[in-house]
């Protein structure tokens, strides 16, 4: 009878035990269960969720913004502009709050507008925020309304242009002057002569035009239709202007010149520099004629994107 008790004793207390063993599994279980859930909501996923931002426009910001401006989304509003900038093609992280800024003032205008306009730092006035240009870049330095050429600058190399392929009094680098030939030999094969009109300038030539143009037509028109002197790609030796041989027509874009160079220009390195609907990005007025050498590479990947060269440096350039 005795060890009939015993019996019952343990296993009773066999039970118990388990019953305890269970309840800790459990407790356990529910205790990493809550310190996950903890850990969970200390993330940044959460915490954007929480602001009522989509799963999908989480993960866009946490694989495009830094953990500063995420900081700066977490303590802040929702704001359904910043998902819009991100998903831009040419956009620019270290840009957004400039975006953004804008965008307040320009709601009328559009996001890929705005990323452009920015980027090539059109939120600025034009010779406002200016820097000296990156000549290392060689055939991609840019030169621009914000970016200029020192006066003593003088492009290595620098040939006079036969007078087969140029009006008299032209020069350029010596290697570029071997791509227009090419070029220029292309076209001439589909009974084109296309001859350089106009290409380097030094710094003080370039000062003596823009003053002429501003005191005939003012400052602003000046502005719109030249470069002040260190502003002007023709000092860098890498642009050109174009005009067809014995051609009757006043207006360069009426020429069959022109037509084969839209068709071609990018196959030999060359692109159009002031596009007619790239003014606002570019700062100057539509010029059908005047080229510019950036290498067959970067051509093809501007003719292809329809950017212009600023569009190009400022998102494959600096932004990388």
């Known amino acids: 009878m005795a060890k009939k008790r015993v019996k019952l004793r343990l296993k009773k207390e066999a039970k118990i035990g388990l019953i305890v063993i269970i ?15 903890y850990q ?6 959460y915490k ?31 704001n359904d502009n ?35 306009l920015v980027n090539t730092n059109r939120d600025s006035d034009y010779y406002e925020k200016i820097k000296e240009t990156d000549v290392s870049k ?25 007078l087969s392929y140029a009006f008299s009094g032209n020069k350029i680098r010596h290697d570029l002057l071997d791509k227009f030939v090419d070029m220029a030999n292309a076209a001439k094969a589909n009974d084109i002569l296309m001859v350089i009109n106009s290409s ?14 501003r005191l005939s037509q003012g400052t602003d028109k000046a502005d719109q239709y030249a470069a002040r002197a260190g502003f002007s790609e023709h000092q860098s030796g890498l642009a050109i202007d174009i005009a067809q041989y014995n051609s009757s027509e006043e207006d360069f874009e009426l020429t069959p010149a022109y037509n084969w160079l839209t068709d071609n220009s990018y196959k030999y390195g060359f692109i159009l520099r002031y596009p007619k609907d790239k003014e606002d990005i570019t700062g100057f007025s539509y010029e059908s004629w005047h080229y510019r050498y950036v290498g067959v590479e970067v051509a093809t990947k501007i003719h292809n994107e329809n950017i212009s060269f600023d569009e190009y440096y400022a998102y494959y350039i600096e932004n990388n």
């Open 40 to 45: 969970y909501h200390q993330t940044n996923e």
């Open 200 to 213: 380097y300038r030094h710094f003080d030539e370039q000062k003596k035009l823009w003053e002429s143009r």
């Open 23 to 37: 309840l800790l599994i459990i407790l356990i279980i529910f205790g990493i269960n809550k310190y996950k859930e």
């Open 48 to 78: 954007l969720l929480e602001k009522n931002y989509s799963k999908d426009d989480v993960s866009l910001i946490l694989d495009k913004l830094d953990q500063d401006y995420i900081n700066k989304l977490i303590d802040s509003d929702y």
């Open 82 to 116: 910043i998902v819009k900038f991100i998903n831009e093609k040419y956009f620019i992280k270290n840009n957004l709050d400039r975006y953004l800024a804008y965008f307040n003032n320009n709601k009328n205008v559009s996001y890929t507008k705005i990323v452009s």
């Open 138 to 162: 060689d055939y991609l330095m840019l030169v621009n309304k914000y970016n200029y050429l020192n006066e003593d600058f003088i492009p290595n190399d620098m040939v006079n242009v036969s």
